[in-house]
């Protein structure tokens, strides 16, 4: 069955360092991909999406591919900040929605 | 308001106790779900209602059960928890173009912070 991979946390970076979350696929057909972000007390946010292959899905200086050659979708952002402290959850959605266990971000000053 | 509201944002209760979970949502949705969220586990999806068809996770227990009056309103109902059914659920909702084929992204409410004593 469908499936979403993601690298385990917790993990902890600098202030301003470069982030890779790394996430893997598995699914049949052409899902559409997602990363979720989920700060303290709150519900999971979409951060950004991408719907076919070769696309990059971007916001709040964010980024992931969708790269089907490798089933991956990796979250990157060039220069962490604090406020982006939070729990991060790659996701897929074929004929329903599959989420990965989510990977915890601290940022430190 | 807009977005996904739920209610209430804490519960506690005790294994006798039955009570209700209330999620309302104001972005002109189709699709609905009950989320439960444990720590150090994925998502489990538990319900959903799409187009007005409502679709089961067989593995959640009788003890839930989930009331969609309209597309705008979600409950779910709680009878004789055991404490291990403490967690967050989540309520989402998103545009479902077909029954069971769901490619629009989900908005969730903040959730409901369920302690089972």
């Known amino acids: 069955g469908d499936s979403v991979t993601q690298m385990e946390g917790p993990v902890t970076l600098s202030e301003e360092a470069f982030l890779t979350i790394n996430c893997t696929y598995t699914a049949t057909g052409y899902p559409s991909l997602f990363w979720y972000v989920q700060y303290p007390g709150e519900g999971l946010q979409l951060l950004l999406k991408a719907t076919k292959a070769d696309d990059k899905g971007s916001n709040k200086g964010f980024e992931a591919t969708y790269r089907k050659e490798t089933t991956s979708f990796h979250l990157e952002k060039g220069s962490v900040q604090v406020s982006d402290s939070a729990v991060y959850f790659c996701?897929?959605?074929?004929?329903?929605?599959?989420f990965g266990t989510g990977t915890s971000l601290t940022v430190i000053p | 308001e807009t977005g996904v509201t739920q209610t209430p944002r804490h519960l506690v209760m005790g294994m006798t106790n039955k009570k209700s979970l209330k999620c309302e949502q104001h972005l002109g949705h189709n699709a609905m779900y009950w989320y439960k969220q444990s720590a150090k586990k994925p998502l489990e999806l538990m319900f959903v209602?799409?187009?007005?068809?409502?679709?089961e996770n067989n593995s959640v227990p009788s003890r839930f059960s989930p009331e969609c009056p309209n597309s705008s309103h979600l409950f779910l109902h709680l009878h004789t928890l055991q404490p291990e059914d403490s967690a967050l659920y989540l309520c989402?909702?998103?545009?479902?173009?077909?029954?069971?084929?769901?490619?629009?992204?989900?908005?969730f409410g903040n959730g409901t912070r369920l302690t089972v004593t």
């Open positions: 209602y799409s187009l007005e068809e409502r679709v």
């Open positions: 996701a897929l959605t074929s004929n329903q929605f599959y």
């Open positions: 989402a909702s998103s545009q479902a173009r077909q029954a069971q084929k769901i490619n629009s992204p989900l908005h």
